[in-house]
């Protein structure tokens, strides 16, 4: 087991050093990456959940938003029918890094995946689902 989790932890390294190098020039963090990356994904729009989904502590997620709208790359908006609940919005502003993101992750996929057929990858993204359940 601790192969697999070695192989997890260097690709994700790698993964996440190839985002860096590409946005390098907006002087990012780590978390504001993710969270942008998040917010682009259109999967997770509130900082508790990009704080449970990307294990990321609360209180760095929050810094991570202040800093983000400091630098007018996202926005808080209040859910229309429970005031208790802020919605984090993607700027246009934003919209050059999360593009540079997205080449940057289709050409780390097309890597990633090369030789991987889609049987092989649903098999994988099976084993995965059942490893994150088992662990949650």
Excluded: Q, W
Excluded at 103 to 122: A, C, G, M, Q, V
């Amino acid at each position: 087991m601790e192969d697999y989790i070695i192989k997890f932890a260097s690709i994700i390294k790698a993964l996440k050093r190839k985002n860096r190098s590409v946005i390098s020039s907006y002087k990012l963090s780590p978390n504001e990456i993710d969270i942008l990356v998040a917010l682009h994904m259109g999967k997770f729009n509130m900082a508790k959940d990009i704080a449970e989904n990307f294990e990321i502590s609360k209180s760095l997620v929050c810094r991570s938003v202040e800093s983000l709208i400091k630098k007018g790359y996202i926005d808080t908006k209040k859910d229309e029918k429970d005031k208790r609940i802020t919605h984090l919005i993607l700027k246009d502003e934003a919209k050059p890094i999360v593009e540079a993101l997205k080449e940057n992750r289709e050409k780390n996929n097309k890597i990633l995946l090369k030789d991987i057929d889609e049987k092989e990858l649903k098999i994988f993204n099976k084993v995965l689902d059942k490893m994150k359940d088992n662990i949650s």
